[in-house]
């Protein structure tokens, strides 16, 4: 089993940045795709982006190319995600997965650890 703990979320204008973090623990050998996934009210949830085991291959979604970042530190299990340039739309709760496949791409079934999530809120 794999746990994952997110923090960094909270209120921010737009324009503005945010750093999300999510520390992973137990059986972390099985983290080997890590992605972001955000869900806002009355939406599903959606893929944000996704990074391979050792960093060198990363994907994100359209709606944030060139504005968010992600990053994965292995030596802290830790996975990150910079967001810059925020709109209003990008609030949701924003949620940390991990997948025992090298091949894991943008879709929820092919996860299989999830974090409780943190919210973003992002002010017009």
């Known amino acids: 089993q794999v746990q994952l703990v997110e923090s960094g979320g909270g209120l921010v204008q737009a324009g503005g940045s945010l750093r999300l973090s999510c520390a992973a623990s137990g059986r972390t050998s099985d983290s080997r795709t890590m992605a972001w996934f955000r869900q806002a009210p009355g939406k599903e949830r959606e893929f944000v982006a996704r990074i391979s085991v050792i960093g060198s291959i990363t994907e994100s979604a359209n709606s944030v190319k060139g504005r968010f970042t992600i990053s994965r530190d292995n030596a802290k299990n830790t996975l990150y995600l910079q967001m810059d340039s925020l709109r209003p739309e990008d609030t949701a709760v924003y949620y940390c997965?991990?997948?025992?496949?090298?091949?894991?791409?943008?879709?929820?079934?092919?996860?299989?650890?999830w974090g409780q999530g943190t919210q973003v809120t992002v002010s017009s």
């Open positions: 997965a991990a997948s025992m496949s090298l091949f894991a791409r943008s879709t929820t079934q092919q996860y299989n650890y």
